[in-house]
């Protein structure tokens, strides 16, 4: 677990496994979006740093890969029609029909080894991780969670994140990258005009 959990792969910290899922599209709507789901590894890497299963995840195939991005596409929709002013209800029904699919596939399951440490198990990580994601959006839609998904306030970031924040005026999707990013951008302006 060392080398993924000191220098993860991909970005964490949306509050929601289906929101840090949707930042597998970098930049999403924007000219220089990236794809990050770019093989089957890709897939299995995500679901093996992000999902439950941790190092037990197994392989994708290409199949699979093109099957997770159309979810995360619908998932995307799902929750752009859950913030709008029309609700969950609004969104189109192929998407909606399938997130809806995979959420009624087999999740990962908890069991307590004899150290009792927890671990997940699952006959298919990736399809498990995938599924749980489902349902994640799901819940998050039907919630008041979704009245807490924000956008960054990054301009060169498009990533949605949930405020769990008391006041509830969090503003960037991580600390760590945008805020930071934002931090430094301030100072350098308050520098050049000093
Ligand atoms: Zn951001």
């Not at 089957?40 to 992000?50: F, G, H, K, S």
């Not at 002013?85 to 080894?113: H, I, K, M």
Request: with cysteine.
């Amino acid at each position: 677990m060392t080398a993924t959990t000191e220098n993860p792969r991909f970005r964490q910290g949306a509050g929601r496994l289906c929101l840090d899922y949707l930042r597998t599209l970098r930049r999403r709507g924007m000219p220089d979006a990236t794809e990050e789901l770019t093989d089957p590894a890709a897939l299995a890497a995500w679901v093996r740093q992000c999902g439950p299963c941790g190092s037990a995840a197994g392989a994708a195939d290409a199949g699979q890969l093109a099957e997770a991005r159309r979810l995360r596409e619908a998932v995307h929709t799902l929750v752009l029609a859950g913030r709008s002013p029309q609700g969950p209800g609004s969104c189109p029904a192929p998407d909606r029909e399938l997130v809806n699919r995979w959420a009624a596939l087999p999740v990962p399951t908890p069991g307590l080894d004899p150290a009792g440490r927890l671990h997940w198990h699952a006959d298919d990580p990736v399809a498990a991780t995938l599924a749980l994601l489902a349902r994640d959006s799901l819940d998050l839609v039907s919630s008041a969670a979704i009245g807490r998904v924000r956008d960054c306030a990054c301009p060169e970031c498009s990533a949605l994140f949930s405020d769990t924040s008391r006041p509830g005026n969090r503003r960037w999707c991580s600390m760590d990258e945008c805020g930071n990013r934002a931090k430094k951008k301030a100072l350098r302006s308050r520098a050049a005009a000093s």
